[in-house]
Every structure is written in structure tokens, then in C-alpha cells.
């Protein structure tokens, strides 16, 4: 089973540079998250989805976009690209019966440097 | 403000020895809590969560401890071996709340062979 699938795994962007990250689940997933993990920090909600066409913004949403065309794939898009967007993403989906207890199935992630 | 804290940041511990991590949170709302487990270069993954209403519960070697009086939880890992080396978050959510699943900023623990 793929479960959730993320991609590019690594990339290195130049400041003001632009690009989207790809994830892709296939558990029929209503609930799609989009998290970024720094060293020492613990994972910061970004957005989420409770379904296609709904999304709303997380804890730390500023310089991202995310759309939800259909319920497989929920897009996170970097807009003119900083430094400070430097780290680990990973995207996450969980069924709208384990969204109430934080049952959350994790990608692998994706590494993006901004140099 | 940070919802869940968590401690230590770091730990090293022998193989065979007992790993302890702890949590603890503010908002008295949450009522739903999950342990999560990270090898490098992977996503989390779930490994144990409880209720507020079970002071203890166990799936293995994997242990959670619960004192909804003073707002704590923590983990513990018996008998440690060098493959539970990874990093460990605690996470708090309220059921049926608007507000999303809250993690730790994570253990990163090194069980030594």
C-alpha cells in the first residue's frame, strides 16, 4: 500500500524562487495536513483539508498556499521562497473518524533548502 | 505559547535500560493523547495514544502513564534496544474542538548497544 506519498523528496530552491510540493494519498482520506518540522521545534501545522474544496490555514501559514481539487491530492505552494522556509515538510491524512483523536498518517517528507 | 511541553530534548540510554519521556500541557480541553515515533529520514508514525480517563496503558514494551491532576504524561520504553532509537513526540488534541492535533518539539532517544 503507498498510504502517502510525497514528492520531490529533496530540492533546493534560490530566494524568490517558487515551486510545489506533491502529495498524493490513496486511504480515501478526507482530513489532509501539511506540516513542517524544524530541528528541536516538533511539527507546525501549515494547512489543512477537511475535504476537497475546503482548506484552511494552520498554526504557521504565511508565505504558503495549498488547494484541494479532489480528495487523492492536497498540493502546498511556496511562493517566492526564503530562507526561513528552509525544512522538512511533511504531509499527513487521516480519516474524518481519526481526525478526533490525532490518528495521522505521515509521508516521508520533503527536504527543501532555500539558499 | 507552547500547548504540550515535552522533556528531555535528548536521551541516552543502554540497551536493556528504561527510557522515560515526558509531557505535559495547559489546556484542559484536550482529552486525546498520542505518542508518535520518527526514524530518520521518515515521517512519524502513530505508536501509542491514550484517554484522560485510563491512568496506564501498555502495548508491549511501551508504556504511558497518565495524571490528569497535574496535567502529565509521559512515556516509557522497558527494556530498551537500540532499534527504539528515534525521535518521540507527544501530541494532545480535543475531541470534537476546533483546534488540530498539537505536538511536543520531540525526544531524540539513543538506546546504546
Known amino acids: 500500500n503507498a498510504g502517502v506519498t510525497q514528492t520531490p523528496k529533496f530540492r533546493i530552491l534560490k530566494i524568490g524562487q517558487s515551486m510545489t510540493l506533491q502529495c498524493a494519498q490513496d486511504m480515501n482520506h478526507n482530513y489532509m495536513y501539511w506540516y513542517r518540522q524544524d530541528p528541536g521545534m516538533g511539527l507546525k501545522l501549515i494547512y489543512y483539508?477537511?475535504?476537497?474544496?475546503?482548506?484552511d490555514k494552520g498554526e504557521v501559514p504565511n508565505g504558503y498556499n495549498v488547494s484541494r481539487s479532489t480528495t487523492e491530492y492536497f498540493p502546498l505552494r511556496l511562493e517566492l521562497a526564503a530562507p526561513s522556509q528552509t525544512s522538512v515538510y511533511f504531509c499527513?491524512?487521516?480519516?474524518?473518524?481519526?481526525?478526533?483523536?490525532?490518528?495521522?498518517?505521515f509521508g516521508e517528507g520533503s527536504r527543501l533548502t532555500v539558499l | 505559547q507552547q500547548q504540550v511541553k515535552q522533556s528531555p530534548q535528548s536521551l541516552i540510554v543502554q540497551k536493556g535500560g528504561i527510557s522515560i519521556i515526558n509531557c505535559a500541557y495547559e489546556n484542559t480541553a484536550f482529552d486525546y493523547f498520542p505518542w508518535y515515533q520518527q526514524f530518520p529520514g521518515k515521517g512519524p508514525a502513530l505508536l501509542i495514544a491514550?484517554?484522560?480517563?485510563?491512568s496506564e496503558k501498555k502495548e508491549g514494551r511501551f508504556t504511558i502513564s497518565f495524571n490528569k491532576s497535574a496535567k502529565q504524561f509521559s512515556l516509557h520504553i522497558m527494556d530498551s534496544q537500540p532499534g527504539d532509537s528515534a525521535t518521540y513526540f507527544c501530541a494532545a488534541i480535543a475531541q470534537g474542538g476546533s483546534e488540530k492535533l498539537v505536538f511536543g518539539k520531540g525526544t531524540k532517544l539513543t538506546v546504546n548497544p
Open positions: 491514550i484517554r484522560p480517563d485510563v
Open positions: 483539508s477537511v475535504g476537497a474544496g475546503i482548506t
Open positions: 499527513a491524512s487521516s480519516s474524518s473518524r481519526a481526525s478526533n483523536t490525532g490518528e495521522l498518517f
